[in-house]
């Protein structure tokens, strides 16, 4: 494997007819480093790992394994892997001879193409499946194959876009765990491409928030969970209410909203609100319960969800809450709703 400390992107920008579909991209990727790209379609992601992956060239900016240029090479002086949403094997090739056949195609010597195929293999767990065609195999297994194919080059980068998409709930759990496993075992560095931000959440060690081309965030899973910049990033980290308030005092970075029409919450402030200011509370549901004393509200929809239950709930003003209840309301019923005061986040509102 190649040797490097860093992968940079700098300023990386991609028109398309005029318009940008990716507007200036700076990130640093430290070796073994996993970052997830992530956000709704249509934000830029694919461009970006396209970019990245020499199948698309900048419009703007450049790219750099340590002090050498890569976004001049052609995709395949790039010493990158490619895993994609649609598998992509070799159809009339078994399993064993789809994973060997970038080794063969550098001329290695026999034995370690051999041994080097029986270890990828072995990693994937497809030891009983090598001489089947990937037509017998199931979505999740021909994903293994072709995860193995690209890390069996030991390559500097391995680019994946949506790679568990065509899976389905059941396997794709799975599958991450797989994925998160082998990045363990193997260090690779990793960028990955989703609008799944659980996906995200759980397998990278740091997430790329993007929106109509733009970064909106870059940070840990714990950062982007507990801290998210805005509303947008909150609205795709589950901060399912996003409710429209007033600021009515302000304490450090503690501040009071309230509707005028009845809902008054305590959060904390991102950004520096002053009284008077129109702002959003993002609260996630989880953070919402019902209790004793607080907002009083209709149940509209109760969801089954495992241990919990989803609440859909609307207050005298019809203001909709998403909260959890552990035991059962019904639609019809009055509830009253509490939020913890620290899980209340209040954002400026407008577009940024
Ligand atoms: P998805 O999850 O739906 O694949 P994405 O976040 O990967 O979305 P991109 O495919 O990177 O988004 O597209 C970003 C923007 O660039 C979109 O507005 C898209 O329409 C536009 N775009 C992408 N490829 C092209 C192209 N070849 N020609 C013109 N516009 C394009």
């Not at 929106?211 to 969970?225: A, K, M, Y």
């Not at 509303?231 to 970075?253: C, I, K, S």
Request: with cysteine; charged share 25%.
């Amino acid at each position: 494997m190649s040797d490097f400390a860093e992968l940079r992107l700098d300023g990386v920008r991609r028109r398309f007819g005029g318009r940008d579909a990716l507007a200036g991209l700076s990130l640093t990727i430290r070796r073994g480093e996993f970052i997830a790209l992530l956000g709704p379609s249509g934000c830029g992601k694919s461009t970006a790992l396209n970019c990245l992956a020499g199948l698309l060239p900048l419009s703007e900016g450049s790219i750099w394994q340590d002090d050498a240029r890569l976004d001049t090479l052609p995709p395949e002086r790039r010493g990158f892997g490619m895993v994609f949403q649609n598998y992509a094997l070799f159809p009339h090739l078994s399993v064993r001879k789809n994973i060997a056949f970038g080794l063969q195609m550098r001329r290695l010597p026999r034995d370690e193409v051999r041994r080097r195929t029986d270890e990828a293999i072995r990693l994937v767990r497809l030891e009983e499946h090598a001489r089947k065609l990937p037509g017998q195999l199931s979505g999740g297994q021909q994903q293994r194959v072709a995860i193995a194919r690209a890390v069996v080059l030991e390559p500097s980068l391995v680019l994946m876009d949506e790679p568990l998409s065509n899976l389905d709930a059941k396997l794709r759990l799975e599958m991450r765990t797989e994925i998160r496993r082998l990045h363990q075992t193997l260090g690779l560095t990793t960028v990955y491409v989703t609008h799944d931000q659980e996906e995200a959440l759980s397998l990278a060690d740091r997430l790329v928030v993007l929106r109509d081309g733009h970064v909106e965030q870059i940070g840990t899973p714990q950062e982007l969970h507990n801290r998210p910049v805005n509303r947008h990033v909150a609205d795709f980290m589950g901060y399912r209410n996003l409710l429209p308030m007033t600021v009515t005092a302000v304490d450090g970075e503690r501040v009071t909203v309230g509707n005028g029409a009845g809902i008054s919450l305590s959060g904390i402030a991102v950004g520096a609100p002053a009284e008077g200011d129109a702002v959003i509370a993002g609260i996630r549901p989880e953070d919402l319960h019902v209790g004793t004393a607080g907002l009083p509200a209709t149940v509209e929809v109760v969801e089954y969800q495992g241990r919990e239950l989803a609440v859909e709930a609307r207050t005298a003003d019809g203001v909709v809450l998403h909260l959890r209840a552990v035991t059962r309301p019904e639609p019809g019923d009055t509830i009253t709703v509490t939020a913890a005061p620290d899980r209340v986040l209040v954002f400026p509102d407008g577009t940024s």
